[in-house]
């Protein structure tokens, strides 16, 4: 299956989450935060979105950061993703 976001929504696959702490501490399966960097796989085409004009400023391989609590999560067959729109991406990671 492949997904091919709309109008201002960013396709993105997290990062895997850290297995230890910078310490050395080994971290269990529940205490692991969800990493909130992520790299672009999809991007949609922009367009007028509330009556305004949007254009993308990501593309795809794009290293992000985004909100904590936004988007929708999409478990395929494979790959587990995040549609978000772009505004809740926060920075590109250079």
Do not use: W
């Not at 895997?16 to 205490?31: C, D, M, N, R, Y």
């Not at 549609?83 to 809740?88: E, F, G, L, M, S």
């Amino acid at each position: 299956m492949k997904l091919v976001p709309l109008f201002d929504r960013v396709v993105l696959k997290q990062l895997v989450a850290e297995e230890t702490t910078k310490s050395g501490i080994v971290l269990p399966g529940q205490a692991k935060e969800k990493p909130q960097q992520a790299e672009v796989i999809a991007v949609g085409p922009g367009g007028v979105v509330d009556g305004k004009e949007v254009t993308m400023q990501v593309k795809v391989g794009d290293q992000v950061i985004f909100s904590k609590y936004s988007g929708t999560e999409v478990k395929t067959d494979d790959a587990e993703y995040i549609i978000v729109k772009q505004n809740d991406i926060l920075a590109v990671i250079e």
